[in-house]
């Protein structure tokens, strides 16, 4: 499998009065960001088979960028995405067919924890993502197996592919 991991982009900050955290929407800077971004992902990557993502909205809106970027595909709501383990994410990831492309849109510290434990890093904090960053690896079987790091570029550098 091709795993496609894509942290949300830069949404309103945390603890901002009224606004509970799972309910903090992308910034218009962040949309904005992501919507060019999403443009560089497309570039390098074609339309992924499943685009998961976190149900928690700033994951959610930077799917759907994502999905309009790419088009003909549909975001679909994983709970493992918003913190959930390791082996809950793969049991949702490992029924996807290892020939498939699976992008998966969720939240710091998570995904640099999946990214650590698929390269099998104890150091998830060296491979921070930065909002709406993304990082692709090959899986060549089960999760659990690993992968080999195929790329790891900042939002930036996608912005400068679109």
Not at 60 to 74: G, H, P
């Amino acid at each position: 499998m091709q795993l496609l991991i894509i942290r949300h982009g830069i949404a309103v900050e945390r603890g901002t009065p009224g606004i509970p955290d799972e309910d903090r929407p992308l910034t218009p800077e962040g949309e904005t960001k992501f919507a060019e971004a999403a443009k560089g992902l497309a570039s390098l990557v074609d339309r992924p088979g499943a685009l998961l993502t976190s149900p928690l909205l700033r994951a959610k809106q930077t799917a759907a960028l994502a999905a309009a970027a790419w088009s003909r595909i549909e975001p679909k709501e994983t709970a493992a995405l918003a913190g959930g383990s390791f082996e809950e994410q793969a049991a949702v990831l490992d029924r996807y067919p290892r020939d498939a492309t699976v992008a998966v849109v969720g939240h710091e510290p998570h995904v640099s924890a999946l990214l650590a434990r698929l390269l099998g890093s104890r150091h998830d904090d060296r491979l921070a993502f930065k909002k709406g960053g993304a990082a692709l690896v090959d899986v060549p079987g089960r999760l659990a197996g690993g992968g080999q790091l195929v790329w790891f570029l900042p939002p930036k550098a996608l912005r400068k592919l679109a």
